[in-house]
């Protein structure tokens, strides 16, 4: 089975720019988390997405924003780029909402590496 | 709010010692409580978890402790590795009815085994 995967890998930005990452999550996988994680930070939450609806959000400013589509996979959008931005987003999936099956277990993918010069 | 609380942040051991990771969390409810690792440059993986019916569980090296009336679980690593060098991660989970869950992470601890 495929695992949980980020597209891209890397990317660089600069400042005031958009940028859009994507996740696709495991088979029958229904639940999609977004994460930043910036050097020596931990992993702050960003948003939730079951059955194309976001369920839960971090304490982001409105200008990071997601969605998921009718096949599970999910997107995430950052506009206006700034310095700060420049992070590992990281997406895992799970089972949540599988009912009799979720056994709260996050899958994790590679991450994205977005710089912003 | 609700929030999980890990320490220490950093942590250095000699190849052979025991590490020994805390994690205090807040909303009693939570009932599921997992252990992610995450390598150099990898992806955070879960290696153990415990839930709430259950006060220790083992698995070879590791094992993690739960004292739900302290609201306080553990992370024992024994005879540690170099390759048990990484970030962990508790996390505090609550499971609710319809298929929502609500984790929250606790702000890691970088485990350093040195030769």
């Known amino acids: 089975k495929a695992g949980v995967t980020q597209t891209p890998r890397y990317l660089i930005k600069t400042r005031g720019q958009q940028v859009t990452l994507s996740c696709s999550p495991i088979?029958?996988?229904?639940?999609v988390s977004w994460y930043q994680q910036t050097p020596g930070q931990g992993l702050q939450f960003l948003f939730e997405y079951f059955s194309e609806t976001q369920r839960n959000k971090g304490n982001f400013p409105g200008r990071f924003s997601g969605r998921q589509f009718s096949n599970s996979r999910s997107e995430m959008n950052v506009s206006t780029l700034e310095l700060g931005d420049s992070a590992l987003y990281l997406c895992?999936?799970?089972?949540?909402?599988?009912?009799?099956?979720?056994?709260?277990?996050?899958?994790f993918g590679e991450g994205s590496r977005l710089t912003v010069l | 709010g609700e929030n999980v609380e890990q320490h220490p942040s950093t942590l250095s051991v000699q190849e052979g010692d025991s590490a020994v990771i805390k994690c205090t969390y807040s909303d009693s409810a939570s009932n599921y409580f997992p252990w992610y690792k995450q390598e150099l440059g990898k992806r955070p993986q879960l290696i153990i978890d415990?839930?709430?019916?259950?006060g220790e569980k083992k698995d070879q090296r590791i094992a993690v402790t739960l004292n739900k009336t302290a609201k306080h679980f553990s992370l024992h690593i024994t005879e540690t590795q170099p390759e048990d060098s990484a970030v962990y991660f508790c996390a505090a989970v609550i499971f609710f009815s319809g298929g929502y869950n609500k984790l929250i992470f606790g702000a890691g601890t970088r485990l350093a085994v040195h030769p």
């Open positions: 415990i839930r709430s019916n259950v």
């Open positions: 088979s029958g996988h229904r639940s």
């Open positions: 895992a999936s799970s089972l949540a909402g599988n009912l009799g099956k979720d056994t709260g277990e996050l899958f």
